[in-house]
């Protein structure tokens, strides 16, 4: 699922209905596992050169 996909709805009380956090969670993961990956083989690319 990306962040498209998540129908966010209304907001009560700050946050977002209980079956939608979930899901704005794990895409928060999948973001921050993509950003550490591509920081990694930065940082392998540019010290093996």
């Known amino acids: 699922m990306d962040l498209h996909d998540i129908v966010l709805g ?3 009380g700050g946050r ?10 794990a895409a928060r993961d999948r973001c921050r596992d993509a950003h550490t990956a591509l920081r990694r083989a930065g940082s392998a690319y540019i010290h093996a050169r």
């Open 10 to 12: 209304p907001v009560t």
């Open 16 to 25: 977002f209905a209980p079956e939608v956090e979930p899901a704005l969670e």
